[in-house]
């Protein structure tokens, strides 16, 4: 059973940043993929960034040039790293991978951005 944990949300300011961490309970290059989504209450959650296992990533157009996506596969950890945050970035933030079996979906963590 493939576990994903989710931390390092929280409440900042407008401007500030914040560093979000998913930690497997496997090894992450047995991934295809590693993605983080966000949710606000009564809207659908969307894909923010992702990180493939060869490396490539993409990004939502409303984080690009803000956030950054990356891993630390000795961790078996992928990253999100949010700079000049948005009262708009507020939202519940999801880890996904996927593997040739399903996708799995840690529990989210909270980022609350006031301004």
């Known amino acids: 059973q493939v576990q994903l944990v989710e931390s390092g949300g929280g409440l900042v300011q407008a401007g500030g940043s914040l560093r979000l961490s998913c930690a497997a309970s496997k090894s992450i290059l047995g991934f295809n993929g590693m993605e983080w989504y966000r949710q606000v209450p009564g809207e659908q959650r969307e894909l923010v960034a992702g990180?493939?296992?060869?490396?490539?990533?993409h990004y939502a157009d409303s984080v690009k040039g803000r956030f950054t996506i990356s891993r630390d596969n000795a961790k078996n950890t992928v990253y999100l790293q949010m700079n000049s945050l948005e009262p708009a970035d507020t939202a519940r933030y999801y880890c996904k991978a996927t593997d040739v079996l399903r996708d799995y979906w840690g529990q989210g963590t909270q980022v609350t951005v006031s301004s």
């Open positions: 990180l493939t296992s060869g490396g490539t990533t």
